[in-house]
């Protein structure tokens, strides 16, 4: 529930610059410019979304119950992957669009049934 939201809260504040540090100092690949002026409003406004959407998904599945709420609101892979298809064009090919539209179909039928069924 919502309790937990503080020591997650925490976890990211202490975890998030040791990992920025990692990738930095132990490289996979070779890095981009850092741009800190370019991607720091962008950055925290993201961050901001995700933060208040995370705590809405909370108080969703307190409202709606564990069986319910948690799994419809893991349905917002569906948006995700829209934006993937239509603004990044990451999904290409007959194939691999036909395989997301079943997977969006699944997803779909599957919160749908939840809804009247669950």
Do not use: D
Request: hydrophobic fraction near 55%; aromatic fraction near 12%.
């Amino acid at each position: 529930g919502i309790e937990y939201l503080a020591s997650f809260a925490l976890g990211v504040v202490a975890v998030t610059p040791l990992a920025f540090i990692a990738v930095f100092q132990w490289p996979i690949r070779p890095l981009p410019p850092l741009r800190m002026h370019v991607a720091t409003l962008p950055g925290v406004v993201t961050g901001l979304y995700w933060a208040i959407g995370n705590l809405q998904a909370c108080y969703a599945t307190i409202y709606l119950g564990q069986a319910i709420g948690y799994p419809l609101t893991q349905t917002g892979i569906v948006i995700a992957g829209l934006w993937s298809v239509v603004f990044f064009k990451e999904v290409q090919g007959m194939r691999a669009l036909s395989l997301f539209a079943l997977g969006v179909v699944v997803i779909i039928a599957g919160s749908v049934l939840l809804g009247l069924y669950g």
